[in-house]
């Protein structure tokens, strides 16, 4: 066989082993030393479920609300202010002020108490979890949506991370550990050597709210004032590594493993060990 066709074979082949290792890691047993990963699957799908949810509802209902039906908006976050005719929001506040405004002079009062239940429960979790300030909230149908444009970002990254984690996220025993498992174990082998998984585990999630952590925090101290599609860029990431966290702390179930640590497989040879003053270590 010529040269270059030799070349060319060997690449083939080494494309194939690589595409059949990374299937094999994800067919039974798994890498973490289990036969069966269908907490992870469902797990994950519940975050994208329930994510996705709100994602679809949050433009689907200002859509199929009669026109006009929500005005501008601006109240407080992790407060009800909008809940009736008599709440906080729907009261005149001083119109330059970080939240609230003259609720009579940006379309009169609004109150999700008296909508149908579908709708009512879409702005209700929007008025309790978001400011849901006009000028950075988008309107579909002349209403504007439930929450704002950063909120929206963050739903959908929310929903992406649980998604990612029901294909490739394992439970090894510990949350650090199986939120580490959306990587190859040949890519976190040093982190496992070195005992760095926490400081990984910590980074990574320092690195995804950093953006949201920037833009938010500079608009808050300077004249600064940042734009919608950027607040939903930063959003993505925050919602992503929120996702990811809280499907890999569910996900991790010692139980699974007859609470016996040292049937956990990690990358690069490493096992979890238990004792009466640490609850795991990398060895």
């Excluded at 400011?131 to 950063?150: E, F, G, L």
Aim: hydrophobic share 40%; glycine share 10%.
């Amino acid at each position: 066989m010529s040269s270059p066709m030799k070349e060319a074979a060997e690449i083939q082949t080494a494309s194939t082993l690589c595409v059949t290792a990374s299937r094999a890691s994800m067919e039974p047993p798994f890498r973490n030393g289990l036969d069966d990963r269908s907490r992870e699957k469902k797990v994950g799908r519940w975050v994208l479920g329930i994510a996705g949810f709100y994602c679809i509802s949050m433009f689907l209902v200002p859509f199929l609300m009669p026109t006009g039906s929500v005005p501008e908006l601006s109240g407080r976050a992790n407060m009800f202010d909008y809940a009736n005719e008599d709440s906080w929001g729907n009261q005149d506040h001083y119109e330059g002020g970080e939240i609230g405004h003259k609720q009579s002079e940006h379309g009169g009062s609004f109150a999700w108490s008296e909508l149908n239940p579908y709708y009512a429960l879409i702005y209700a979790f929007g008025d309790l979890n978001c400011h849901q300030k006009y000028d950075r909230s988008w309107t579909i149908n002349d209403n504007q949506m439930p929450v704002c444009a950063r909120d929206v970002g963050i739903f959908l990254g929310l929903a992406f991370g649980g998604w990612l984690f029901s294909r490739r996220g394992l439970n090894r025993w510990t949350i650090r550990d199986s939120f580490l498992t959306l990587f190859p174990d040949s890519t976190i082998d040093r982190l496992y050597i070195n005992d760095r998984r926490m400081t990984a585990m910590l980074g990574i999630g320092l690195l995804f709210c950093l953006p949201v952590i920037l833009d938010g925090g500079i608009q808050a101290i300077t004249a600064y004032e940042s734009t919608n599609p950027v607040r939903i860029l930063t959003g993505l990431p925050f919602g992503f590594i929120i996702g990811w966290y809280f499907s890999a702390s569910l996900s991790s179930r010692p139980d699974r493993f007859d609470l016996d640590a040292s049937l956990v497989k990690l990358p690069a040879g490493a096992h979890l060990t238990t004792g009466d003053t640490m609850s795991d270590e990398s060895e």
